[in-house]
């Protein structure tokens, strides 16, 4: 059970949230209900395509069987982990930011059940893939995760985010972005296999070299000085 209140929006329903959410986050980046919101309104018909996907791989639908969340109560293992493995690079990236894995926005938009654990899983894993790809929180570091999550799951709020983030960018960050991030960003995107399909949590134990190459993840290289 996804936790929080669903709501069954009409389709000009939708269309209302979905401008007055895009509108929000475009003026405050921060808001990440507004750009959670702004995925789930715009985003039915990828992860319908998602869940499709999932089904069809053995991994996928243990993830889907299992419903595992990305919450302190499940994951809260990976900082006694072993420096070297997955887990304990996942900590280290959120503990050094002082993230905590409660913080995720709930599902309020998904019609179904399963819909509703698709999209909380999606946003659930975001900070996996941040440790996996070596990307930074940094507005640059953002937007080229937005643009492998794009090539991932076609979801409509992230190529939004991705011309958001740019059109923020310095004149010197737009030059950075586009000549080494989003080169890169599209190549690992489209080089990595299916993962949503990934039962990160089952990984943790395994050293982070060998669950990158496992994934077909080339994680980002040093930016020109």
Same mark, same amino acid.
């Given at each position: %059970?996804?936790?929080?209140?669903? *709501?069954?929006?009409?389709?000009?329903?939708?269309?209302? #949230?979905?401008?007055?959410?895009?509108?929000?986050?475009?003026?405050? +980046?921060?808001?990440?209900?507004? *750009?959670? &919101?702004?995925?789930?309104?715009?985003?039915?018909?990828?992860?319908?395509?998602?869940?499709?996907?999932? @089904?069809?791989?053995?991994?996928?639908?243990?993830?889907?069987?299992?419903?595992?969340?990305?919450?302190? &109560?499940?994951?809260?293992?990976?900082?006694?982990?072993? !420096?070297?493995?997955?887990?304990?690079?996942?900590?280290?990236?959120?503990?050094?930011?002082?993230?905590?894995?409660?913080?995720?926005? +709930?599902?309020?938009? %998904?019609?179904?059940?399963?819909?509703?654990? #698709?999209? %909380?899983? !999606?946003? /659930?894993?975001?900070?996996?893939?941040?440790?996996?790809?070596?990307?930074?929180?940094?507005?640059? =570091?953002?937007?080229?995760?937005?643009?492998? /999550?794009?090539?991932?799951?076609?979801? +409509? %709020? $992230?190529?939004?985010?991705?011309? =958001?983030?740019?059109?923020?960018?310095?004149?010197?960050?737009? @030059?950075?972005?586009?000549?080494?991030?989003?080169?890169? &960003? #599209?190549? !690992? =995107?489209?080089?990595?296999?299916?993962?949503? $399909?990934?039962?990160?949590?089952?990984?943790?134990?395994?050293?982070?070299?060998?669950?990158?190459?496992?994934?077909?993840?080339?994680?980002?290289?040093?930016?020109?000085?």
């Amino acid at each position: %059970m996804i936790e929080g209140v669903r *709501i069954r929006l009409s389709g000009w329903q939708q269309a209302a #949230v979905a401008v007055g959410s895009a509108v929000g986050a475009l003026l405050d +980046p921060r808001r990440a209900d507004l *750009i959670a &919101a702004l995925g789930e309104t715009t985003g039915k018909p990828a992860f319908e395509r998602v869940l499709e996907r999932m @089904k069809k791989s053995p991994e996928g639908r243990a993830v889907l069987l299992e419903r595992p969340r990305v919450i302190s &109560a499940q994951v809260g293992h990976a900082w006694d982990l072993p !420096a070297n493995t997955f887990g304990a690079a996942y900590a280290r990236f959120m503990g050094s930011r002082d993230f905590s894995p409660d913080d995720r926005p +709930p599902v309020r938009f %998904m019609e179904t059940e399963e819909l509703a654990y #698709v999209a %909380m899983r !999606a946003r /659930e894993v975001h900070d996996f893939w941040h440790t996996l790809f070596g990307l930074p929180t940094n507005l640059i =570091g953002e937007s080229a995760l937005k643009v492998i /999550e794009f090539e991932q799951m076609y979801l +409509p %709020m $992230c190529l939004m985010s991705v011309v =958001g983030g740019t059109a923020r960018f310095t004149e010197k960050q737009r @030059k950075l972005f586009f000549q080494h991030y989003f080169p890169w &960003a #599209v190549r !690992a =995107g489209l080089q990595s296999k299916d993962l949503m $399909c990934v039962y990160y949590e089952k990984h943790f134990h395994e050293d982070l070299e060998d669950v990158r190459r496992k994934l077909g993840i080339t994680s980002v290289p040093a930016a020109p000085s």
